[in-house]
Nanobody, 122 residues
């Protein structure tokens, strides 16, 4: 069982930056691939990025490539999402998730956090 808690969301102006954190409980964090997804009001949950269990590989949605980056610190049981050059269309609730393989499919993740709101003003 893994429990995930996101933090770091907030209100930022377009062009600004935020860093989201996702803290995990449990001793098996380092065995899970981690993903970030986001969901805007009235829309489906969309893939943002994923990172392998070791942190050696990452993958991103085209809409955030070059602006967002993921990292993880397995000693701290935490995964991060650095978001730069934010745009109003990045406004959403951001969720972290833990699964057995890095994937862009939300069905491949077993555990989810409660989400953190990111709002980007124009």
């Amino acid at each position: 069982q893994v429990q995930l808690v996101e933090s770091g969301g907030g209100l930022v102006q377009a062009g600004g930056s935020l860093r989201l954190s996702c803290a995990a409980s449990g001793r098996t964090f380092s065995t899970y691939a981690m993903g970030w997804f986001r969901q805007a009001p009235g829309k489906e949950r969309w893939f943002v990025g994923a990172i392998t269990a070791s942190g050696g590989k990452t993958a991103y949605a085209d809409s955030v490539k070059g602006r967002f980056s993921m990292s993880r610190d397995n000693a701290k049981n935490t995964v991060y999402l650095q978001m730069n050059n934010l745009k109003p269309e990045d406004t959403a609730v951001y969720y972290c998730a833990a699964g057995r393989g890095p994937s862009g499919n939300s069905n491949d993740y077993d555990y989810w956090g409660q989400g953190t709101q990111v709002t980007v003003s124009s």
